[in-house]
Structure formats: structure tokens, C-alpha cells
């Protein structure tokens, strides 16, 4: 916490505004806004629910086809199946460890031709489904990292797919000078508990559509028709935030910039001090392009140069009361979607066997640092 966020909460509990919706939603939006770059943004309670309204939103149905990054978190590909629409998995590039364009758009030739094969397709989709373009693509900027949007929406725009940025994990990254989630027809923002500010729980819709957002914020609070009795006209949802959490989020971003700076700090600091340890390799910013928060600093290891593996260092940090998790297990090996078309070319794979998420909380002390640094020497044997 910055210090800052019960100021907020108190106005929420002294005017009474304790239910979702009131004065602290409203600013909190507009705050937003001005932190991120967007024109219009919807508070609500979680990613989750962005990610599920934005593809309700772009027409998404039983049946349907959407891209999604397979190195993720299974939020970000689970609301298309709440749609019962089917995800196609596309793989990550070196670079970034992020969706790879290329691959992307060999996904998007092979789910529209009839023949159906291509160069790293693990599995095909259902016949039903030849001959039809995905209706939209989901890319997450994994860890912070943002991804390559010049030519992923390059891609997308030649097809006239729209595109959804999963920026849950960089909110304040970068990419050629613009915030991300900002480079596509919608953004999505989280704001979990480990995430870089938090509400203790909600997400954002964020896009440059009025209109798009405006019916956002309509579903997401049971789609109640304008009248003086409840009617409704369609499915809604109870997806909005409340003013309480709301009024967290405002004190979170009068210090979002501090904890950015202090993410990088720590990765700095991890780079410095396995600099010389042979086999360990960090995600990095590929050139000036990009701007990653650094919201976990993630490495990958050698085990024949570096003596150690990842499973042997985080069991040796874990022995000692330091967390540290493998990196996320690609959706296209995830047993929930192992049925899933889905483009691979190894990269998440390698990353998955091979990576650690080091801790990276901005309330790390220098005790902290201390001992994280004699642990991970002692695990790498230097």
C-alpha cells in the first residue's frame, strides 16, 4: 500500500457509497484514464470479466474461433470458453516470449483454408470449423513484457481481425512510447492482489470506442433497460466494481509509477547479481521499442552450463521460505484445452521447462534482498 488509499475508503464509508458504483468508480475511470493513455475505461471487478465482456462485445459465440497467446495464465483464454467458443492456441517468439507474429499468421491461414496443415500445428481443428477467420485475437504481454503489436495488429488488420490486449500483468509498460493495452480495439487491466497496484481484486476495459464501453459498463451491471421497474432486454452480468474497492485502486495509482521504478530496481538487482553465473539468461527488452514494468523478474537456465537446473534452485530457495514459481505452463499443454487447435513452434515449452519467476514485490527489503542473494549463490554454487 502507498498510503494513500484510506483516504479514498473513508469517503466511501463517511458519504455512505458502499455498494458497487459512486463517486470513487467514476474518478477512479477517469484517473485511469489519464495513467494509461486511454480514451474510455470501465471499472470493473475483475480481468477476467474485461476479457469475457470485450468478446461479448465483438460478437463472439458458440462455435466461433479466437486466437489466444498459449504462454499465459488460463484467464486469459477461459472466457472463451465461457462463450463456448473454441481457443486456438498460437505460440510465443524468443524474443519477447510473447505471441510470434509469424506463427500467428500461419494460424489464422490455416484455420481459413481447407487443407488445414502447417508448419508447427500440433492438432487440427474440427472440419466445421474450415474455411471460417477467427473473430478475434487475445495477446497477453506476459510478465510485463509487452509484445510485438507493430506486427502482430499488421497481421490482424490484413485479415480485419480485431484484437485484445491482455495487459493484466503490464499495466505501465510500454510499447514505442504508447502504454499498453492501447494498441488494439481493447485493453484489459487486472488489479489482483499480486499485481503491479491492486484493489485487492477488479480489472478494467479500457478503449478508444465510447460507444464499446458505454455497453460494457450496461452488461456489466445486469444490462438493466432504462425504465423505473427492473427490465431486462438481455443477459447481464454483476461485473462492476464497488466504490470501496474503487477508492483502493485511486491511492494504488498515485504510486503506480514508484512501484514500476521499483520493479525495475529489482531486476537490475537480480541482473547484477547472476551477471557472472554461467547458463542464466532473463526476459529482456528486445530494443528501445519496448518498456517492460518488470512486474516479475523471470530467467531461464542452462542446466548443462549452470550446474543446476530450475526445479533444483526453487526447491532450494523453497527450503528456505523464498517463493519462487516455474513460468507459466502453456495452455496448449494445459489437460482443460487439450483439444484445442494449436500452433506451437517449442519456444513456451523450453520456457516452461527451464524458467523461474524469482520474487519481485516491491516491498522487498534489503534484509530480503540479502538472503534471496546467499540462497540463489548457494543454488547456483558461487
Known amino acids: 500500500m502507498g498510503g494513500g488509499e484510506m483516504k479514498y475508503v473513508q469517503e466511501a464509508f463517511d458519504t455512505n457509497w458502499i455498494a458497487p458504483l459512486g463517486p470513487n468508480v467514476d474518478a477512479f475511470e477517469k484517473e485511469l484514464c489519464s495513467a494509461v493513455g486511454a480514451k474510455h475505461v470501465a471499472a470493473l471487478s475483475s480481468g477476467t470479466a474485461a476479457i469475457h465482456l470485450s468478446l461479448i462485445l465483438l460478437g463472439v459465440r458458440p462455435g466461433d474461433y479466437v486466437i489466444g497467446s498459449s504462454f499465459t495464465f488460463s484467464a486469459t483464454v477461459n472466457p472463451i470458453a465461457y462463450l463456448g467458443a473454441t481457443p486456438v492456441l498460437v505460440d ?15 494460424a489464422i491461414v490455416g ?31 506476459l510478465y510485463g513484457m509487452p509484445a510485438r503489436m507493430k506486427e502482430i495488429m499488421e497481421v490482424a488488420d490484413k485479415y480485419g481481425i480485431p484484437v485484445v490486449e491482455d495487459a493484466a500483468e503490464a499495466l505501465g509498460s510500454e510499447y514505442m512510447g504508447r502504454r499498453v493495452g492501447c494498441n488494439s480495439r481493447f485493453g484489459i487491466l487486472s488489479f489482483n492482489g499480486n499485481k503491479i497496484i491492486t484493489t485487492s481484486g477488479g480489472g478494467a476495459l479500457i478503449s ?3 460507444a464499446m464501453i458505454d455497453r460494457a459498463r450496461y452488461l456489466a451491471t445486469q444490462a438493466r433497460d432504462p425504465a ?58 528486445p530494443s528501445p521499442d519496448f518498456y517492460s514494468n518488470y512486474w516479475l523478474t523471470c530467467i531461464v537456465i542452462d542446466p548443462e552450463k549452470a ?3 530450475r526445479e533444483k534452485l526453487r526447491l532450494t530457495m523453497e527450503a528456505e521460505m523464498i517463493e519462487s514459481r516455474p513460468l507459466w505452463k502453456p495452455m496448449h499443454m494445459q489437460p482443460v484445452f487439450a483439444t484445442c487447435p494449436a500452433f506451437v513452434n517449442g519456444t513456451s515449452e523450453a520456457l516452461f521447462t527451464d524458467g ?26 558461487v
Open 356 to 381: 523461474l519467476c524469482l520474487p519481485s514485490g516491491s516491498n522487498i527489503t534489503s534484509d530480503d534482498r540479502k538472503r534471496i542473494a546467499e540462497v540463489i549463490r548457494r543454488g547456483f554454487g
Open 228 to 285: 423505473p421497474h427492473y427490465q431486462h432486454s438481455t443477459i447481464g452480468y454483476n461485473y462492476r466494481m464497488s466504490n470501496v474497492v474503487a477508492g483502493v485502486g485511486r491511492g494504488q495509482l498515485e504510486v503506480l509509477d514508484r512501484h514500476i521504478s521499483r520493479h525495475r530496481e529489482i531486476n537490475a538487482w537480480y541482473r547484477e547479481l547472476l551477471k557472472d553465473v554461467p547458463g542464466v539468461t532473463f526476459q529482456s527488452e
Open 307 to 309: 550446474g543446476t537446473d
Open 92 to 106: 510465443s517468439e524468443p524474443g519477447t516470449w510473447n505471441m510470434d507474429p509469424v506463427l500467428l499468421e500461419k
Open 208 to 210: 478508444d470506442d465510447e
Open 111 to 141: 484455420l481459413k483454408s481447407e487443407g488445414l496443415r502447417s508448419e508447427g500445428q500440433v492438432r487440427q481443428p474440427a472440419d466445421e470449423g474450415r474455411g471460417r477467420l477467427p473473430k478475434a485475437i487475445i495477446v497477453a504481454h
